[in-house]
């Protein structure tokens, strides 16, 4: 699948973007979908609120051509308990972080492996990219801030509401089951990314196929659309 999906958008001869405007960097707005390094991230946390509660689980998993590059895999020790419903939806106890490493100390990691110009994905990416940016400044780590913007995002929500028109619900587990993704541990942050991932290269198949002109990520992020 990911075979097909990379060597269809490289073999492609149009490369036009003149009729595209995306807020990226030249370099990355020029860079082909075939040849970008995708940085899927999930986060799992103690409640909504990015001000108020805290990240209990951080994955990003580095991808080119479909390949893993790099990635970062860890539970995050929060600054409160985490709510008994909190638990019954992720698994994740106080107990599990209790010695887990502090959020500046992950955050600082993650802000490492993404580099000075990341092309962060993630379904409903708004959410994890509001609850870095809220904890990045939390932990004195604002110069990081301009690494996990939301101009520099994709969604997997947002190409599925395009993409595959019609859906009861853009959820993530009812998106990647309409992709034919299966997700065996919904809520877990490293299940997720995967699913999110899995469920990228079906989208970016799609979209190959349905809008074969679109081969740049400036060309992508102008079809998705601001977040």
């Known amino acids: 699948m990911q075979q097909s999906l990379f060597g269809a958008l490289l073999e492609s001869p149009n490369t036009d973007t003149t009729a595209f405007k995306a807020p990226l960097p030249p370099m990355m707005a020029d860079t082909l979908i075939a040849d970008a390094i995708f940085t899927v991230l999930d986060l799992e946390t103690t409640g909504l609120q990015a001000k108020k509660n805290a990240i209990t689980e951080l994955v990003a998993i580095q991808f ?12 995050v020790k929060p600054t409160e308990s985490i ?22 100390v ?14 962060i994905v993630g379904h409903n990416v708004s959410f994890d990219i509001g609850f870095l940016q809220a904890k990045l400044e939390e932990t004195g780590l604002q110069g990081y801030q301009p690494r996990v ?54 989208l970016l198949k799609r979209l190959a196929e349905q809008e074969p002109s679109i081969l740049t990520l400036g060309q992508l992020w102008a079809y998705q659309g601001a977040l």
């Open 64 to 75: 080119q051509r479909g390949e893993e590059l790099n990635r970062i895999s860890t539970l």
């Open 83 to 104: 709510p008994e419903n909190i638990v019954a939806i992720t698994g994740i106890t106080d107990a599990m972080v209790a010695n887990a490493p502090a959020p500046v």
């Open 106 to 119: 992950v955050l600082r990691d993650l802000c490492q492996l993404l580099g000075p110009e990341p092309l």
């Open 149 to 202: 913007d939301f101009a520099k995002s994709l969604c997997t929500r947002a190409l599925a509401k395009k993409l595959l028109p019609g859906l009861p619900t853009y959820e993530g587990v009812a998106v990647a089951h309409a992709c034919g993704v299966y997700n065996a541990n919904p809520h877990r942050a490293e299940y997720d990314v995967k699913m999110t991932a899995d469920t990228l290269w079906v």
